[in-house]
């Protein structure tokens, strides 16, 4: 049985996946691979920990846009996680030199996904809660 995409679905996954290219870009810049455009990115003089904390979440936002197209409804569930994660780990980066400038994509696209996950709306489109 194959279950039908929303179109709200379809725009989350969409930013789930720009989300997955913004963590793509911050791990590299840890990793002194890509110049950094909006300031500088230290994590508490340990740059690979940054990169390992964001090469960590590209990895779940590449498997949480598969789910969110299968439309399987742990994907919602795990969104939500890894988006409240990365809030998390970019006020972590603030705290370790970092500049927020250089974090301003990551907080706005992880922020709308965030909110957008918690529509009434959206959560209806999973369908209902699966009882364990």
Known sequence: MTRHRPFG???????????????ATHTLQYLHIMPVWLG????WGFDLGGAILWG???ALYAWIVAMLWTVQPAGWLYLVLISAWNLITVVLSVFGQSS????????????????????PSTKRAFGPPIAI
């Open 9 to 23: 679905i379809t725009i989350l996954a969409i930013l789930a996946a720009i989300a997955g290219v913004v963590a």
């Open 40 to 43: 500088g990115v230290a994590f």
């Open 56 to 58: 960590i979440a590209t």
């Open 100 to 119: 927020i400038s250089a974090f301003v994509p990551a907080l706005l696209i992880n922020g709308l996904i965030l909110i957008y996950c918690l529509l």
